[in-house]
């Protein structure tokens, strides 16, 4: 059960271990709980059917299978949880692409942290 | 073919005779020399095999008809397979320059565009940490974010380097389709 009093629950997915890192620094220092953190997409969907995160921040050029397919696994296990694709690539194709897969927003790399928790559900 | 002359040749009530018979004879004087050399081997070849009714002026003609095709359609052949490896050729340049245009995206995309997210996201932590007060902390990440800042302009260095040596410099001397100094006018380094 969800609580909404209770700082949202993050799953960090991303192949770069220096954005992963950081990106689960900042979002705790945010005040949201970091559960767990994957480097591929496939790693993604098995976490987050283990873990039931409110939210993933999902990159979307991943080895194996990128962030849109692993989105596209994970929507129908889990309605509810928020999938936050963030992106290197500024393309309105691949954001149609991710709202298709069931993506709750899609944002761009370096984008204000303002939005990404915003989007993530912190507050 | 040579069925076909036979059959022209000895029905003398058929329309076509009339009309087959002087072309025939054209062709014959136009390919007397082909008739000389050509024609009383092919006439004995004939004979040999049994066909009586030919004549060597009539089989002559029927080769000399054959290696006229042979050759139209030889050189219609080549004239094809320089129009299909000049396309080859084109189709190899622009799928090099795809390939070119791929790597240096995708080197963008893992080196400098993930370093600066990074560093994006740490200036937050230190913006953060100044509102908090954390002089500490926020000295540890302005460090943090100078080495990243010379990291990246490091690999930037070595990503400009890369583009601009000539690509003949930077590949192994056994790569197959590695261009020859005479080829690309300048000596390897």
Redesign the interface.
């Known amino acids: 059960m969800r609580l909404s009093d209770r700082p949202a629950r993050v799953l960090v997915v991303d192949d770069d271990e220096a954005v992963r890192t950081v990106l689960s620094h900042v979002l705790a220092d945010e005040g949201l709980e970091i559960v767990g953190v994957a480097c591929d997409g496939d790693t993604a969907v098995a976490l987050a059917e283990t873990l039931r995160p409110d939210a993933i921040v999902l990159d979307v050029r991943m080895p194996g299978i990128g962030g849109i397919e692993a989105a596209r696994r994970i929507r129908p296990t889990d309605p509810d949880v928020r999938l936050v694709m963030l992106s290197a690539y500024d393309d309105p194709t691949l954001q149609q692409e991710a709202n298709a897969a069931g993506a709750s927003s899609f944002l761009v790399k370096g984008c204000a942290l303002v939005d990404l928790v915003q989007a993530v559900g912190g507050r | 073919m040579i069925s076909r002359i036979h059959r022209v040749g000895t029905d003398a009530d058929s329309p076509s005779m009339v009309m087959a018979a002087p072309r025939r004879s054209r062709l014959a004087t136009m390919l007397l020399p082909l008739l000389a050399a050509g024609g009383p081997a092919a006439g004995a070849v004939a004979t040999t095999a049994g066909f009586h009714q030919y004549t060597a002026v009539g089989c002559a003609t029927a080769i000399a008809v054959l290696l006229a095709a042979v050759g139209y359609i030889y050189r219609r052949g080549r004239r094809e397979l320089a129009v299909v490896l000049a396309q080859l050729e084109h189709a190899s340049t622009v799928e090099s320059a795809e390939a070119a245009r791929s790597s240096v995206a995708a080197g963008l995309?893992?080196g400098p565009?993930?370093?600066?997210?990074?560093t994006?996201?740490?200036l937050?932590?230190l913006s953060?940490a100044l509102g908090r007060g954390d002089l500490a902390a926020a000295n540890d990440l302005a460090f943090r974010i100078r080495d990243?800042l010379g990291t990246e302009m490091t690999s930037l260095r070595q990503l400009m380097n890369e583009l601009r040596t000539p690509v003949p410099a930077i590949l192994p001397p056994n790569t197959a389709w590695r261009p020859q100094p005479a080829e690309v006018g300048y000596a390897p380094v």
Not at chain 2, 113 to 118: D, E, F, G, K, P
Request: proline share 0%; charged share 20%.
């Open positions: 995309h893992d565009i993930q370093r600066l997210t990074a994006a996201f740490t937050d932590l953060n990243q």
